[in-house]
């Protein structure tokens, strides 16, 4: 049987407490998650993330540091963003209890991730918006910071709980992954420019992008079917 929860990516954007780090892999370990990515760490590798990681080293010795973002979840079909802000213009919503379900079911089609940001200021808009999904954790509206390694084990101990109800659904079509998406937001971008129908400070970026975000899963041929419309029309012009 295919480990679900070995198919979830946790990702840390731009950490800058490497016993933060060590903590989330030992929040990992103890609810069976292993693939940790780490997005420009601050200070990585550092004794503080094996000290905090208090016997979880084989995810933290795994774990891989990426550049960008959009690098450590390129071939994943789904990403979910966590934060406890509201956003103007954020991606459809979920609460943690509900996106953890959510999440496992994608994994027979690919791995999905689950994104976090930095410890003080969290994910920037555009970290956001390459994900699909925003997820919101259940706190105090008086104080709802959580620390990252908590808001990590949070997520897993969900993720850990969603594992008895869900059975993954096996498509017929391969679905899209984020590279994919990002490929057609490119696209529509240079295409909404070239035409004078994107203005400069335009909102259009945000506002397509949460647009597709309420697409439950785009297939990897709809999104072909979308940039092959999009370079015809370019062609007529």
């Known amino acids: 049987m295919m480990n679900l929860l070995e198919r979830v990516r946790i990702v840390l954007c731009r950490p800058s407490h490497p016993g933060n780090i060590g903590s989330a892999a030992r929040a990992m370990r103890t609810m069976g998650l292993v693939d940790l990515r780490l997005v420009a760490p601050l200070r990585y590798p550092a004794p503080e993330a094996e000290w905090l990681a208090s016997g979880a080293t084989d995810v933290l010795g795994a774990a ?3 550049a960008t973002l959009v690098e450590a979840i390129g071939d994943c079909v789904a990403a979910f963003a966590f934060s406890a802000r509201p956003r103007e213009w954020s991606p459809h919503s979920f609460g943690v209890r509900d996106a953890a379900p959510a999440a496992l079911a994608r994994t027979a089609d690919g791995p999905v991730a689950f994104v976090f940001g930095n410890e003080s200021a969290g994910l920037t808009n555009d970290e ?12 105090d509206p008086a104080y709802t910071s959580l620390n990252l390694a908590q808001a990590v084990q949070v997520a897993c101990y969900e993720l850990r709980m969603a594992l008895g109800a869900v059975v993954p659904s096996m498509r017929s079509e ?62 007529r012009q």
């Open 174 to 235: 391969k679905l899209a992954t984020t590279a994919d998406l990002e490929g057609l937001y490119a696209h529509l971008e240079q295409a909404a420019s070239a035409t004078g129908f994107m203005a400069p400070g335009s909102k259009l970026r945000e506002r397509w992008r949460r647009l597709f975000s309420r697409v439950p899963a785009f297939e990897r041929e709809e999104v072909n079917i979308l940039r092959g419309l999009l370079k015809a029309l370019q062609k």
């Open 64 to 66: 891989r540091v990426q």
């Open 128 to 139: 956001m918006f390459a994900c699909q999904t925003l997820v919101h954790i259940p706190a």
